[in-house]
Antibody, heavy 121, light 109 residues
Framework: QVTLKESGPGILQPSQTLSLTCTFS??????????VGWIRQPSGKGLEWLAN???????YYNPSLKNRLTISKDTSNNQAFLKITNVDTADTATYYC?????????????WGQGASVTVSS | DIVLTQSPALAVSLGQRATISCKTN??????????MHWYQQKPGQQPKLLIY???NLASGIPARFSGRGSGTDFTLTIDPVEADDTATYYC????????FGAGTKLELK
């Protein structure tokens, strides 16, 4: 059974760096074809893809946020991470991580429950 | 960016068919696959995969859900609609960097 769970600071101030952790089980990021993606959703709005990381350490970023995003992984501890620098109120959202399947050509087949992040002074 | 366009809302009666469309501004086909996926999201919950590669039913999803299409035009069909199907449905392409449609909210008449 594949499970993912996001964790983050809950609330932070503008200009700070947001650090998110995705802890997962049921698969390994060292296995061929596996990946983890990050997606966010402001309250009442749609889904926005942020970044993907793959088993071979290939990384992809949303161009509109690329300069502020860093994705990484710790395969030994079954975790993936996302950092967003210089946050502002527009970064207030629920942040999801999802498993990616290369065999499904990038489909997000399992999602975490989400971590709520509020940026406020 | 590949832009995905969905109608904002759809109202359907219980037991009837719901057809949700997703149109892209670029072809999302590649080497015989259509890189289009569908997700269901209920209020307060995470999205759930329904259909992958345009027409493949995800594990555990009832056969009432089906997907079809290719190129730039895709549809998700729910037949028959049940009360539990009230949710927002998103399409997502993975032909290029991932993008999502804005979502279609399915309501019951």
């Amino acid at each position: 059974q594949v499970t993912l769970k996001e964790s983050g600071p809950g609330i932070l101030q503008p200009s700070q760096t947001l650090s998110l952790t995705c802890t997962f089980s049921g698969f390994s990021l060292s296995t061929y074809g596996m990946g983890v993606g990050w997606i966010r959703q402001p309250s009442g709005k749609g889904l926005e893809w942020l970044a993907n990381i793959w088993w071979d350490d290939d990384k992809y970023y949303n161009p509109s946020l690329k300069n502020r995003l860093t994705i990484s992984k710790d395969t030994s501890n079954n975790q993936a991470f996302l950092k967003i620098t210089n946050v502002d109120t527009a970064d207030t959202a629920t942040y999801y991580c999802a498993r990616l399947l290369n065999s499904g050509h990038g489909v997000m087949d399992a999602w975490g429950q989400g971590a709520s992040v509020t940026v406020s002074s | 960016d590949i832009v995905l366009t969905q109608s904002p809302a759809l109202a359907v009666s219980l037991g009837q068919r719901a057809t949700i469309s997703c149109k892209t501004n670029q072809n999302v086909d590649y080497y015989g696959n259509s890189y289009m996926h569908w997700y269901q999201q209920k209020p307060g919950q995470q999205p759930k995969l329904l259909i992958y590669l345009a027409s493949n039913l995800a594990s555990g999803i009832p056969a009432r859900f089906s997907g079809r299409g290719s190129g730039t035009d895709f549809t998700l069909t729910i037949d028959p609609v049940e009360a539990d199907d009230t949710a927002t449905y998103y399409c997502q392409q993975s032909r290029n960097l991932p993008t999502f449609g804005a979502g279609t909210k399915l309501e019951l008449k």
